[in-house]
C-alpha cells in the first residue's frame, strides 16, 4: 500500500497559490496492477468532492499468485477542505500477518500520525510534524494536478507529507505518448514524480503517471521502476465510472 500511496501522491503545482476550481463530477476510477508480467491485483479510486471539500476513497486487494504469495486488503480515506488540503486520513492495512490502523490528523501547521498494531493491540509508531498550512496527502494532491497542468514551466516544487515526513518535492514534465489501457487508447503526457529515494520514501525507486491532454486529465497510467530484482509494478486504467 505504501508504494501504491507513493505512486499518486502530489505531482502538482501548490494549491496554497492556486486555488482549486469547483471539484468534477463524482467519479470512480478502477485499475488492474501489473507485476512480472502477471496481475497482481485492483486498485479503485473514488472521487466524492463538493465544492466545499469532502472525501476520496482508495481501496486496494492483491489477486492471483500474488495474493497467494502475500495478501493485500487495504482501505485508504481522506478528507479535504475547499482547497483540497489534507484534514484527515485513515488507512486500514491488512498485508500479509500485518494488521494495521493509521490515523493521520492535519491542524495548522501541525500534523499528527498514530500507527497502531491490531495484532499486538498496541501503537507502533506515533509522530508530530510541521507542515505549511496547505499540505497535501497522496489522493488530493493528485486531484490538484488534475485541475492545473503545469503551463510553460517543466519543473516544479511542491509541499508534501505522509504524516511522517515532509518535503518539497521536484516534479517534471516530459514526453507526449499515446497510451493504450483495457479502457482505451489515449494521447498523454507523461509526467515523473522525483518521491522516492529517500525525499518522502527511502525505496530506491522511479515514479511515473501519464495524464490525458483531455479536460478530464485522467491518470491512465501510473508505473513505480524499481531495481531490476524487484521489478516494474504498473497501474492501468480499466474503468471510468460514471
Excluded at 2 to 22: E, R, Y
Aim: aromatic content about 8%; charged content about 25%.
Amino acid at each position: 500500500m505504501k508504494c501504491l500511496l507513493a505512486l499518486v501522491l502530489a505531482l502538482l503545482p501548490l494549491a496554497a497559490q492556486n486555488p482549486a476550481p469547483a471539484p468534477a463530477p463524482a467519479e470512480k476510477l478502477t485499475y488492474s496492477v501489473e507485476w512480472r508480467m502477471v496481475n497482481a491485483g485492483a486498485v479503485v479510486l473514488t472521487n466524492n468532492l463538493t465544492p466545499a471539500g469532502g472525501f476520496l476513497q482508495l481501496h486496494l486487494h492483491s489477486a492471483g499468485l500474488v495474493s497467494r504469495l502475500f495478501k493485500v486488503n487495504d482501505n485508504y480515506t481522506v478528507t479535504l477542505n475547499e482547497q483540497l488540503c489534507a484534514q484527515s486520513s485513515r488507512l486500514e492495512a491488512e498485508e500479509g500477518k500485518k494488521r494495521r490502523d493509521t490515523k493521520v490528523v492535519w491542524s495548522g501547521t501541525r500534523s499528527k500520525y498514530v500507527e497502531r498494531d491490531l495484532v499486538k493491540n498496541e501503537v507502533a509508531l506515533e509522530r508530530e510534524l510541521d507542515v505549511p498550512a496547505c499540505v497535501h496527502d497522496i489522493l488530493g494532491a493528485l486531484m490538484v494536478l488534475r485541475r492545473h497542468p503545469p503551463e510553460g514551466e517543466r519543473e516544479m516544487r511542491i509541499p508534501l507529507s505522509d504524516g511522517k515526513k515532509f518535503a518539497q518535492a521536484r516534479v517534471q514534465m516530459q514526453d507526449k505518448e499515446n497510451i493504450r489501457t483495457p479502457a482505451g487508447q489515449f494521447a498523454t503526457t507523461r509526467y515523473e514524480a522525483f518521491l522516492f529515494n529517500d525525499v518522502i520514501y527511502k525505496r530506491s525507486a522511479r515514479l511515473f503517471v501519464w495524464l490525458t491532454d483531455d479536460a478530464r486529465r485522467l491518470p491512465v497510467q501510473i508505473q513505480v521502476r524499481m531495481k531490476f530484482h524487484i521489478g516494474t509494478v504498473t497501474f492501468q486504467l480499466d474503468k471510468v465510472e460514471p
